[in-house]
C-alpha cells in the first residue's frame, strides 16, 4: 500500500495567524514529499518539493518566508502559513514517493484551509 | 516536461468504456505518460503509466501510439464513482508533476 494522510482535513483561522498542515506517509517511508495548492476550479499548483533533512526547495512565485516546509523524517513533512489573509485560502494538498525507483506520488486527502 | 493537451469536458453512459483522449505531441524519449485522476474535493490518485507499450491495470488500460504523440485511457466499464477530472501528465522519472486543466469526465445513469 501507499497511503498518505494529512492533518487537518479542514480549519478555519482568522487573518494574521499561522496554521501548521502536517502530511504523513502511513505505510512507507518518504524520501520526497511535494506540497500542492488548489484553488476552485483550478488544477493543482506545485509549490515546493522537500527531501528529508534538507531545505525544501520552492516553485517561482512562491515566497519561502511565508509557507515554511519541515521534513524532519521520512514519513513527516509539514507546511506552516505564516501570517495567513483571505488569499491565503485554498485546498493545500501533498504527495510522497517511495524513492528507490518508484516514481509515482501519492497524494494525501487534502487540507481545506479557510482565513477570515 | 512536455505539455499534453485534453478535451476540457467528456460524458460517458454508465457501463459503458469510457475513452479519455490526450495530446502530447512535444513529447521526448525519456518522457512518461502518466494519468492521474482526482474526484471533487479529494487528493489525486494515480491511476496508470507507460512509455511506450500499452498498459493495463486493475483500473484501467493506457494506449499509445506508436510516434508517441497521444495516447487515451480506456476505463472499460465506466461507473457513476468514475466521475472525476483526469489528468494526463507527461514526465521524466523523478521530474514534477506538472498538472494541466485535465478532462472533466461525466458518467450519467
Known amino acids: 500500500g501507499a497511503v498518505v494522510s494529512q492533518h487537518p482535513s479542514r480549519v478555519i483561522c482568522k487573518s494574521g495567524t499561522s496554521v501548521k498542515i502536517e502530511c504523513r506517509s502511513l505505510?512507507?517511508?518518504?524520501?520526497?514529499m511535494f506540497w500542492y495548492r488548489q484553488f476552485p476550479k483550478q488544477s493543482l499548483m506545485l509549490m515546493a518539493t522537500?527531501?528529508?533533512?534538507?531545505?525544501?526547495?520552492?516553485e517561482q512565485g512562491v515566497e519561502k518566508d511565508k509557507f515554511l516546509i519541515n521534513h524532519a523524517s521520512l514519513t513527516l513533512s509539514t507546511l506552516t502559513v505564516t501570517s495567513a489573509h483571505p488569499e491565503d485560502s485554498s485546498f493545500y494538498i501533498c504527495?510522497?514517493?517511495?524513492?528507490?525507483?518508484?516514481?509515482?506520488?501519492?497524494f494525501g486527502p487534502g487540507t481545506r484551509l479557510t482565513v477570515t | 516536461d512536455a505539455k499534453t493537451t485534453q478535451p476540457t469536458s467528456m460524458d460517458c453512459a454508465e457501463g459503458r468504456a469510457a475513452n479519455l483522449p490526450c495530446n502530447h505531441s512535444?513529447?521526448?524519449?525519456?518522457?512518461?505518460v502518466y494519468w492521474y485522476r482526482q474526484i471533487h474535493s479529494q487528493g489525486p490518485q494515480y491511476i496508470i503509466h507507460?512509455?511506450?507499450n500499452n498498459e493495463t491495470n486493475e483500473m484501467a488500460s493506457l494506449i499509445i501510439t506508436e510516434d508517441r504523440k497521444s495516447s487515451t485511457l480506456i476505463l472499460p466499464h465506466a461507473t457513476l464513482r468514475d466521475t472525476a477530472v483526469y489528468y494526463c501528465?507527461?514526465?521524466?522519472?523523478?521530474?514534477?508533476?506538472?498538472f494541466g486543466q485535465g478532462t472533466e469526465l461525466s458518467v450519467k445513469p
Open positions: 504527495s510522497a514517493t517511495k524513492g528507490q525507483g518508484i516514481y509515482e506520488q501519492y
Open positions: 505505510d512507507f517511508q518518504a524520501t520526497t
Open positions: 522537500s527531501n528529508e533533512g534538507s531545505k525544501a526547495t520552492y
Open positions: 512535444t513529447i521526448s524519449g525519456n518522457e512518461y
Open positions: 507507460g512509455l511506450k
Open positions: 501528465i507527461v514526465r521524466n522519472q523523478g521530474g514534477k508533476l506538472i
